[in-house]
């Protein structure tokens, strides 16, 4: 089966300006989650969807991060204004459902330079 | 937070058994143990889950004791292409599943 997609696999901006990402998900998978991987540190969980609702956004800094998932399938991210902290990989990863005991299966990820 | 804990790095050679242990003290009844694999550039990868005794794939074999309170994971014969970070997962159960992750083993496998 094909695997969760992500792109674009490298961006580099400047401070303040704003940068998407886009992630489609494996056909079939109920939910949806992006995570964002400082150099050194494990993934950080910002949002979780299933379907076209948000489950959990409690980790997402909501005055600079948005996403959404509008059809319940392809979902992207967005950061606006971004800041040099943001210079991580953003990962993104989808699991059937709810239940984590069927594993996730992650994208290879967008590498974001902040400069 | 991470509800496990495992050590920040280890080193072997080809051919070794490695044996990575993870300690997760506050195990609920219902929770698995999940393990994934990552390469640089690239997201984690799911190897091996289990919930008590010993699980084994084609990739691992993960040993649970009857306390479940941790885990072992045991790659045979390491190769260089083994050289990973390993994180040992117990899921969060807070507004729905999900995994959170600490900061995993970093294993490097030298010739």
């Known amino acids: 089966e094909a695997g969760v997609a992500q792109s674009p696999r490298y961006k580099i901006i400047e401070k303040r300006q704003s940068v998407a990402f886009w992630c489609n998900p494996i056909s079939g998978h109920a939910t949806l989650y992006w995570y964002q991987q400082i150099l050194g540190q494990g993934p950080k969980l910002l949002i979780q969807?299933?379907?076209?609702?948000?489950?959990?956004d409690s980790q997402l800094p909501k005055d600079r991060f948005s996403a959404e998932r509008l059809k319940g399938v392809d979902s992207t991210l967005k950061i606006q204004p971004a800041k040099l902290e943001d210079s991580a990989v953003y990962l993104c990863?989808?699991?059937?459902?709810?239940?984590?005991?069927?594993?996730?299966?992650f994208g290879s990820g967008t590498r974001l330079t902040v400069v | 937070l991470a509800k496990t804990t495992q050590p920040i790095s280890m080193d072997s050679y080809e051919g070794q058994e490695v044996n990575i242990t993870c300690s997760h003290n506050n195990i609920a009844t219902n929770d698995y143990i999940t393990w994934y694999q990552q390469f640089p550039s690239q997201g984690p990868r799911f190897i091996i889950q289990g919930y008590k005794t010993k699980v084994t794939n084609e990739v691992a074999s993960l040993f649970i004791p009857a306390d479940r309170k941790s885990s072992t994971l045991s790659l045979p014969r390491v190769s260089l292409s083994d050289t990973a970070v390993y994180y040992c997962l117990v899921p969060v159960y807070n507004q729905g599943g999900k995994l959170i992750f600490g900061q995993g083993t970093e294993l490097s496998v030298k010739p």
């Open positions: 990863a989808s699991s059937l459902d709810l239940q984590v005991s069927y594993g996730y299966t």
């Open positions: 969807f299933q379907n076209n609702g948000v489950v959990d």
